[in-house]
């Protein structure tokens, strides 16, 4: 079988738009009559569940923010009686205080069934023997993996991520042939096991499915050389299930939107407007199937593009542009709007370094400035000092000549950041400090 559910993952726009509706309809509904802060934004627009008559009529419904969710923690925006509740996550609160995702059985199976859609579509088959490295517990990244590879029917290792070293010893006596976890750690994997001397490549490993932070096509190719891979893609956020609700496929040019659980829209950030397929904004989400917590147009604050376009995988699933990064993490640096990962893409193109980085943001006077600390390479370091300068020069020109601004590169010793075993924290801000 080409996919894990075809009848979904290749409907036609005309059947697809008319079961989010009846979803939709369903889940307004659900909402209105049991969430007071529902309640109240639906009536302070006027609006009631049954004004909904086409999906574009979403749009006259107010966003929900991070906010609403930390004002109501940690049950306030739980649909059903906790006796229904069957399951607690909480994010890993990369940025604040934890966000809770309360699930009901249904919500499980239905986040299950992403995961398979997810992990099949990435090349996973029931003969498979994966190695799970995404955090195990609250996390939802660990939990969503294992529900939906044991779904397919594969040997699942729940090892959880951390202890690199026993990772490798694993993958290589177990026979791994698929990794879970994030792009950096996947990293951090590669380079343990070179220093143990290790050839993963020669290992049975041929697909990893990585998520959970943003990562540029530069790093995909980094991975899937250093491993001798596929690297493949899941995208989630705690607050709409977890993992799962968008993939790649093996076109991987953006990822496929689970649409018939969540209706994805893209708003311009500051005036809140949605916009047109293939315009750059905020990615929205409305869950159309959860019933514990199905937010309403939710704001993911991840920065990306719709796109509905004839893929060649044949899913007829929208697609999203990978994500360039999260609207939290963009920095303005004299008027210039900068994403980390426009930095990323720049550093992974220059041999002489290694693809392990930080940007530490500094106030000099009135003005903010960017330092990018990278390693060097083992070779560019031996070098020595006038090597060193001459390669921080050319980053700098380089970033320079694409991103426009002027940022301060310094090579740094090689192993001297810190290597991640989940999400990378790549920015600094000393501003805040
Ligand atoms: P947090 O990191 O905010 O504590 P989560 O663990 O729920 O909470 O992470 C969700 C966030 O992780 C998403 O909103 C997004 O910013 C990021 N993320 C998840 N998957 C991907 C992906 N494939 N590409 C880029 N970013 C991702
Ligand atoms: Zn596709």
Redesign the pocket.
Known sequence: MKYWNEEIETMPLEGMRKLQLENLKKTLEWVYGRIPLYKGKFDAVGFKPEDLKELEDLSKLPFTARTDLRDNYPFGLCAVPLAEVIRIHA?????GK??TGPYTQSDLDQWTECMARNLYAAGVRSNDICQNAYGMGL???GLGFHQGATRLGCAVIPISSGQTERQILVMQDFGVTVLLCTPTYALTIAERAEEMGVKIKDLPLRIGV??????TIAMRKEIEERMGINAM???????CG??GM?FDCVAQNG?HVNEDQFIAEVIDPVTGEVLPLGEKGELVFTAIQRRAMPLIRYR???ITTLRREECECGRTLIKMD??Y??SDDMLIIGGVNVFPSQIESILLEVREIEPQYVIIVKKKGYLDQLHVDVEARQETYDAGPKKIAEVEKMVEGKIRGIIGIGMKIRLVPPKSITRSEG?AKRVIDERKM
């Open positions: 994010s890993s609160g990369t940025t934890p966000i996390f939802t990244g990585f998520g959970a932070e943003p990562w893609e899941a995208y989630g956020l705690t607050e977890g993992p968008a990822l993911t604050r991840d990978k994500i990064g999260r999400k």
